[in-house]
């Protein structure tokens, strides 16, 4: 479940400098150990958001936190519309699959345990038993405010303890960061020894969110973006279906110079995401739609010739 913000706040670091951060005024600072010399280091609280981001090394504008609503464009989805939107983008099984197992790692020798949501400005689908659960302290961000989330913050540069989470979630996240690996890098600084860590990022997606929308990764690629990490378990999270489908969405999006009359075909054709299911593993993972990857923390990486071995599609 959600930890409270107050709760939150006392955990809260410096992106720049990893100092604990404390309140001043309206602001947080870090603690006071600053050089005299140069220009103090300050974060502000919107509608009571700490927004903790070094806009210095970030591609994310200042002036557009003047509040702490989304740069990009979020669509809600409630009555019919609600329903047209589960219908043309079910549920994945393969997820709940994963985030049960993620849940017996982490409550099979603890009571408790501190997961940490990247991007959790909305509960992505499958995520549903973190924010439920009373046995999981979630704490969760994003760069933008949410119900969902505890302060505003950018990935590369994540205002945590190093060794203080039991396990990080990354869901539809890594496409929308400049620098994958530096966002990784993060990931494995603030995950306790063998913590856990669970991405999906598209593979065969069109692009989405406009100008924040940056990279794709096979599934052997995405492995080798978690080198630091060893393998539980990886594959496709949608296969082929699903990525026909986007592309039936886009071409005709396209080819009408129309959003509605992509979202009209993908109606039509809804049920072909469901025949990701018939097609072998091998198959989806040379064509999918989304790969994921689950894996557990460790010093040593794995190399270049391991990446190559790893390799699960149909083209061994």
């Known amino acids: ?15 720049q400098t990893g100092d604990k951060l404390i309140k001043s005024g309206s602001k947080l600072v870090p603690e006071p150990n600053q050089d005299p010399n140069q220009e103090p280091i300050e974060y502000d609280i919107i509608d009571d958001y700490p927004v903790l981001i070094d806009f210095d090394r970030s591609v994310l504008e200042k002036e557009n936190f003047r509040n702490v609503s989304s740069v990009v464009a979020r669509h809600s989805y409630s009555g019919l519309s609600g329903v047209v ?11 709940a699959e994963n985030v049960e197992h993620i849940m017996n790692l982490l409550l099979r020798t603890k009571t408790r345990a501190r997961v940490l949501i990247v991007g959790g400005g909305t509960i992505g689908q499958g995520m549903g038993p973190f924010y439920s659960d009373p046995r999981i302290e979630l704490v969760s961000f994003d760069i933008y405010g949410a119900e969902t989330v505890q302060f505003i913050a950018d990935a590369h540069s994540i205002p945590l303890p190093a060794n203080s989470f039991d396990a990080v979630i990354i869901q539809a996240v890594l496409e929308h960061v400049l620098e994958p690996n530096t ?10 020894s063998s913590g856990l860590v669970y991405s999906e990022t598209p593979f065969l997606q069109h692009v989405h969110e406009g100008a924040y929308d940056f990279s794709r990764f096979t599934e052997s690629g995405h492995r080798y973006l978690f080198k630091k990490f060893e393998m539980i378990k990886s594959g496709a999270s949608a296969g082929a279906g699903t990525q026909l489908l986007w592309s039936l969405d886009n071409f005709f999006r396209g080819l009408f110079r129309s959003r509605k009359a992509g ?10 995401q469901h025949l990701d ?6 198959y ?28 699960m599609g149909a083209q061994r």
């Open 1 to 15: 479940m959600l930890l409270e913000k107050n709760e939150v706040k006392n955990i809260l670091c410096c992106p």
């Open 183 to 192: 966002v990784v890098s993060e990931i494995y600084r603030v995950l306790r």
């Open 277 to 282: 299911k018939a097609i072998p593993e091998p």
């Open 284 to 311: 989806n993972i040379d064509a999918a739609s989304g790969v994921f990857f689950l894996g557990k923390k460790q010093m040593t990486p794995i190399d270049g010739k391991k990446i190559v071995a790893h390799y």
């Open 85 to 95: 939107k589960r219908l043309v983008s079910s549920p994945k099984n393969v997820t």
């Open 263 to 272: 979202k009209a075909i993908k109606l039509l054709f809804f049920w072909l």
